[in-house]
């Protein structure tokens, strides 16, 4: 039996905003008997719930019973702001015959950021130098 790992998603920044890249990294287990090569299918959404793939599936190397992989995803220049559900599907196309495969998907929601509407740089007059200091 594959699963995830107990903290499902986990991304990096935690409290992204628009323009960030976001590190995505999910903890796979297999607790079950060794198993042969299986893919993982990042989505943005939920599978059921019309949820569209990112990219083409990720095939894992074969595991053995209780070994964990870790699986990195990246995605640069997130934008828009606001709410965003990812997801994340073992065997997606249910090719492992598995005790359970209700713990087949991992989901995590979290909000992107607009960014902020204050300047983050300030030009002040006593700082600035006109050369020639004068024109004719």
Do not use: C, K, Y
């Not at 995830?4 to 999910?26: C, H, K, Q, W, Y």
């Not at 079950?32 to 949820?51: A, F, I, K, T």
């Not at 934008?79 to 599907?89: D, E, I, K, N, Y």
């Amino acid at each position: 039996d594959l699963r995830f790992g107990a903290a499902g998603i986990l991304i990096e920044p935690a409290s992204p905003m628009v323009g960030d890249t976001i590190n995505v990294r999910a903890t796979v287990t297999n607790v079950g008997r060794e198993v042969g090569s299986v893919q993982l299918q990042w989505m943005n959404g939920l599978p059921d719930n019309g949820g569209t793939p990112i990219g083409a599936p990720v095939a894992l190397p074969p595991m053995a019973r209780n070994e964990t992989r870790t699986i990195h995803l990246e995605l640069p220049n997130v934008r828009p702001a606001g709410s965003r559900t990812l997801s994340a599907v073992l065997d997606p196309g249910q090719q492992i015959n598995e005790l359970d495969e209700s713990n087949n998907v991992a989901t995590t929601t979290f909000e992107v950021a607009p960014l902020p509407l204050v300047p983050d740089a300030v030009l002040l007059r006593a700082d600035l130098t006109v050369t020639p200091p004068s024109v004719n």
